[in-house]
């Protein structure tokens, strides 16, 4: 079976930092797509990074230059590292795993890949 588990989300000000973390069971990061989609209040899963097998990560216009993937192969764990954290972050991150590779609605989308249960980041002014 393929598990993820999210980790490393709370509660932080403007400006400041969080890293997450996903532990991926049962099938190599590097074997995959993967992908960190975000809820905020509303129905809608936001793409917020994009990662191929090779390593290549493509990130959302609202992230761009504040996000940062990484991954640990030896570990099978991928990492979000959220810079310059901003109100409109504040939402709950998912990672995903040969899933979809663009938003929509949440619910049409968790149906497809392999999903944690998500890890909630706020940001607060």
């Known amino acids: 079976q393929v598990h993820l588990v999210e980790s490393g989300g709370g509660s932080v000000q403007v400006g400041g930092s969080l890293r997450l973390a996903c532990k991926v069971s049962g099938l190599p990061v590097d074997a995959t797509d993967m992908v960190w989609f975000r809820q905020g209040g509303g129905n809608e899963c936001e793409l917020v990074s994009l990662t191929t097998r090779d390593g290549s990560t493509r990130y959302s216009d609202s992230v761009q230059g504040r996000f940062t993937v990484s991954r640990d192969r030896a570990g099978n764990t991928v990492f979000l590292q959220m810079d310059s954290l901003k109100p409109e972050d504040t939402a709950v991150y998912y990672c995903?795993?040969?899933?979809?590779?663009?938003?929509?609605?949440?619910?049409?989308?968790?149906?497809?890949?392999?999903w944690g249960r998500g890890t909630q980041v706020t940001v607060s002014s």
């Open positions: 995903v795993a040969d899933g979809p590779l663009s938003g929509g609605t949440c619910f049409g989308l968790r149906g497809y890949g392999y």
